[in-house]
T-cell receptor, first 114, second 111 residues
């Protein structure tokens, strides 16, 4: 068990550019979650996958955001035409499929949009 | 999910017990109380959860009042490494349901 891995740890981009983050969950965890966290706030839910199916999306996930989990293993989160308001920590978590499962979080990708 | 209320910050002396309160007066019968913590620059970490009964594990104890409207997380012997933001969350007992984080309590353990 190597934990949830996120790449990159830090990303600096210019406004208007596209960025993509990757999350590798704990192997055999079939649930995967994306959260966003801004300074001083708790994490906010963005979206959730069970295997390759995206089962829930928050209203926070505008049409500039897209998440995929093509083979039910790793996931990517893409932000198109980034805005300064997208600057945040993007956290990924995974869990097994059972009632009251614990979520295991990665260390996040810190995005700065200049 | 029910809303929770936590103090924004608390201090604790190293080696003493840290008691972190949480109010969840609108909790429903099928909602569990969860605690996570987040150490600076890391993702949140699960601590403990419970429904009605008090719970204890290797990290902490969770005391839930009989009416379930509030709870207390107890770290019996706080260390400097316990300095973190602690989040109290209530969550429906169904698989896949989201965690809704509030702003949490910043616990600072002082030497």
């Amino acid at each position: 068990d190597t934990g949830v891995s996120q790449d990159p740890r830090h990303k600096i981009t210019k406004r208007g550019q596209n960025v993509t983050f990757r999350c590798d969950p704990i192997s055999e965890h079939n649930r995967l979650y994306w959260y966003r966290q801004t300074l001083g706030q708790g994490p906010e839910f963005l979206t959730y996958f069970q295997n390759e199916a995206q089962l829930e999306k928050s209203r926070l996930l505008s049409d500039r955001f897209s998440a995929e989990r093509p083979k039910g293993s790793f996931s990517t989160l893409e932000i198109q035409r980034t805005e300064q308001g997208d600057s945040a920590m993007y956290l990924c978590a995974s869990s097994p499929q059972r009632i009251n499962e614990k979520l295991f979080f990665g260390s996040g990708t810190q995005l700065s949009v200049l | 999910d029910a809303k929770t209320t936590q103090p924004p910050s608390m201090d604790c002396a190293e080696g003493r017990a840290a008691n972190l309160p949480c109010n969840h007066s609108t909790i429903s019968g099928n909602e569990y109380v969860y605690w996570y913590r987040q150490i600076h620059s890391q993702g949140p970490q699960y601590i403990i959860h419970g429904l009605k009964n008090n719970e204890t594990n290797e990290m902490a104890s969770l005391i839930i009042t009989e009416d379930r409207k509030s709870s207390t997380l107890i770290l019996p012997h706080a260390t400097l490494r316990d300095t973190a933001v602690y989040y109290c969350i209530v969550r429906v007992a169904s698989s896949g349901s989201r965690l809704t984080f509030g702003e949490g309590t910043q616990l600072t353990v002082n030497p």
